[in-house]
Nanobody, 118 residues
């Protein structure tokens, strides 16, 4: 069973930065895509960013220009660099990995809390 472990969350002031990490228990080269999602209190989980196996990236409009997703295959880790953070970025951030070997399978991490507040 694939395990994804997020880290790097915390409390930051508006305008600050954080870098989230998502470490996989096996080679991330086997995933067709890895992404970040977030869920704020009382809201549905929403898409933040995704990176494919060949490095193509897509971002939600709300984070475009502020967040950067990247991957390090040697470390089996995906990162989310978050700059110019706003209070509305406050949420639990989840990592997701997608693999297609015959069947499509998705794996989720346990989440890491990000709080943007002065």
């Amino acid at each position: 069973q694939v395990q994804l472990v997020e880290s790097g969350g915390g409390l930051v002031q508006p305008g600050g930065s954080l870098r989230l990490s998502c470490a996989a228990s096996e080679s991330i080269a086997s995933f067709i895509a890895m992404g970040w999602f977030r869920q704020a209190p009382g809201k549905q989980r929403e898409f933040v960013a995704i990176i494919t196996g060949d490095g193509a990236t897509t971002y939600a409009d709300s984070v475009k220009g502020r967040f950067t997703i990247s991957r390090d295959n040697a470390k089996n880790t995906v990162y989310l660099q978050m700059n110019s953070l706003k209070p509305e970025d406050t949420a639990v951030y989840y990592c997701k990995a997608t693999r297609v070997i015959g069947l499509r399978r998705e794996y989720w991490g346990q989440g890491t809390q990000v709080t943007v507040s002065s």
